[in-house]
């Protein structure tokens, strides 16, 4: 599994985009966007955009394919993927495929989502290490 940390991409097709849902009476987040509170089970629910940003809270490694349709083999064939959760600063948790260098440490590193095609993504950003210091 590799990162690519360029800024433009390739199989990038648009800015990533998060469609969630806010309960205007208990303030609940929710994804997908929905009309229902998964909470308080009001019709209040207003659209809203979530981050696309925030750190790893659990994964796992799929080493088989997933069953077909709907997951379309590449040309070249199944390779194992990471899955996980990646938890936004709205409090709430999204599973979806990671993109990471290593395994190492994933958990709870920072994560970012990108449109790739034909599944967006969430890309581990790697830690600085100590002789790179801190440049921010």
């Known amino acids: 599994m590799t990162v690519d940390d360029s800024p433009v991409r390739d199989d990038v097709a648009e800015a990533a985009v998060l469609h969630g849902s806010e309960c205007t009476v208990c303030g609940t987040i929710g994804f997908p966007a929905g009309t229902y509170c998964t909470r308080c089970a009001t019709a209040t629910a207003r659209p809203r955009e979530l981050s696309t940003h925030g750190v790893v ?36 948790r999204i599973a979806g495929i990671l993109e990471a260098d290593t395994l190492e440490g994933l958990q709870g590193a920072p994560a970012t989502l990108v449109a790739t095609q034909p599944v967006p993504r969430f890309v581990v950003l790697p830690e600085p290490t100590s002789d790179q210091g801190d440049r921010g």
């Open 57 to 92: 809270w659990a994964y796992t490694v799929q080493r088989f394919a997933p069953k077909s349709p709907p997951y379309v083999p590449p040309p070249e064939g199944f390779s194992p993927f990471a899955m996980g959760y990646v938890e936004l600063p709205e409090g709430i």
